[in-house]
């Protein structure tokens, strides 16, 4: 990449003439297409097909007398370099914590590369059409769905990690996206790095078909006090990355805002069942969260955050593994690449439904980022959500939810079925409910 090559040539010009000891910076240069469908219409006012491109990054600069500069990168700071290098230079922080470069003897290789992607991405593809057309008239003629939404996004991305101590990390990856939604009540989406395959959007759309439909049927049955609520995978993983991972990265273990200590990971703490493990792997073919190095280059991989129940290491990245001792460890990307894993065998999600007596199947829920993460506990309104009565759906209902997620994790009561072609089980526990 052309713009990265003169950044450093720039950074190592300025270097000898100034305070600057270290740098690295990493920069993606991505371009893609987008389509989208709006109220039923393709590549309408709202929604018209466009070509991006777009030049972002981070710039992180190591001062003398432990001062750091942490910036946003765009096309515009090459043009204006000089004068951004004295705003760098002027505005940096005093940090006594502050860390060095990490520059690792070998990266890993992980393949996040998919050909049709590519040619998806130059734009000259009628794909991106062929899939919203076939989602909208399998929701609209055999879901009878009055209304689709859905969007398309492929890119290529070429990213360039660079730092002075000499690591020039130069390679690409192609993100996909798109996601289905009926009747503004229900949708599911995909994100990997290469272009789906037909029975994965088939299953996308017969999925948002279906459960839309269960969610067009109201009922008027009152809730209060306990029930079981069923959190399918998708939302399972939204409860478990807000008040389980949020409370693992080492930033806020050390700075004492986790509800987990240093001392609860070097003493192995119980926090889940023993039948139950956490792993992250961040180099997983073609999934949109691996990568073979953070920003910081610290190598991507698998790690285990609690085994068998018990906490193991926090993420930690350069700075803060060097606070607790440790060694810096790869983090989440975009809140997945996490695997709940138990040695117990798995009933199906339609199972677990079948031998529910009393639940609410929670398809949505309104304000997680307001609650605590570090108390586990929370009080929301679930605005699209199945009643289940004696193992039958009897009808959407909406209503407020409160429980402890936490807490349910340790608890014998809790249960998970196993959804196909997903990351993590479904999950069912006990909480109460009012409508």
């Known amino acids: 990449m052309e713009l990265a090559l003169k950044l450093e040539d720039l950074l190592h010009t300025s270097a000898p003439r100034s305070d600057l000891k270290a740098w690295r910076f990493d920069l993606h240069d991505t371009a893609g297409i987008e389509v989208g469908l709006k109220n039923n219409r393709i590549g309408g006012p709202y929604s018209a097909p466009s070509y991006k491109k777009s030049i972002s990054g981070e710039l992180f600069l190591i001062w003398e007398k432990n001062r750091y500069t942490s910036a946003k990168l765009d096309a515009q700071v090459i043009a204006g370099f000089e004068d951004y290098f004295k705003l760098w230079q002027s505005t940096a922080f005093y940090d006594a914590d502050g860390v060095g470069l990490f520059t690792p003897a070998q990266l890993p290789e992980v393949p996040l590369v998919d050909q049709p ?87 996308i759309i017969d ?23 069923l959190l399918p995978s998708a939302v399972f993983e939204m409860f478990l990355n807000y008040f389980l991972i949020e409370n693992l990265f080492g930033s806020l273990v050390m700075n004492r805002q986790s509800r987990y200590t240093l001392e609860d990971f070097t003493g192995q703490r119980m926090v889940l069942r023993e039948d139950l493990s956490l792993t992250l792997n961040t180099l997983l073919p073609y999934r949109a969260f691996s990568y073979p190095c953070t920003a910081e280059a610290v190598p991507g991989g698998e790690m285990t955050l609690i085994d068998c129940g018990r906490l193991g290491t926090p993420f930690l990245n350069l700075k803060y593994a060097n606070k607790a001792g440790m060694k810096p460890t790869p983090i989440p990307s975009g809140g997945r690449g996490f695997f709940l894993k138990t040695r117990q065998p798995l009933p199906s999600w339609d199972q677990l439904v079948a031998g529910t007596e009393s639940g609410l199947i929670v398809y949505s829920v309104l304000g997680l980022h307001t609650q605590d993460f570090s108390t586990g506990s929370f009080s929301l309104t679930a605005d699209q959500c199945l009643l289940v009565q004696n193992g039958e759906i009897v009808g959407k209902v909406k209503a407020v939810i409160n429980g402890d997620f936490l807490g349910s994790l340790l608890s014998p009561e809790s249960k998970l079925g196993s959804f196909p072609d997903e990351d993590n089980p479904g999950y069912s526990f006990i909480a109460t409910a009012a409508t």
């Open 117 to 203: 992607a590519r040619e998806i991405a130059s734009g000259i593809s009628a794909t991106p059409f062929q899939l919203l057309d076939e989602g909208y008239r399998q929701l609209t003629g055999r879901y009878q769905a009055y209304k689709v939404d859905g969007k398309v996004r492929c890119y290529q991305d070429r990213r360039v990690i660079i730092n002075s101590a000499g690591l020039h990390l130069d390679y690409l990856q192609t993100p996909v996206e798109f996601y289905f939604e009926m009747n503004d009540c229900y949708g599911e989406s995909y994100q990997e790095k290469r272009w789906p395959e037909d029975d994965k959007i088939r299953r």
């Open 207 to 229: 999925n948002t078909g279906q459960i839309g439909m269960k969610l067009g049927t109201q009922t008027t049955a009152k809730l209060t006090g306990p029930i079981r609520l």
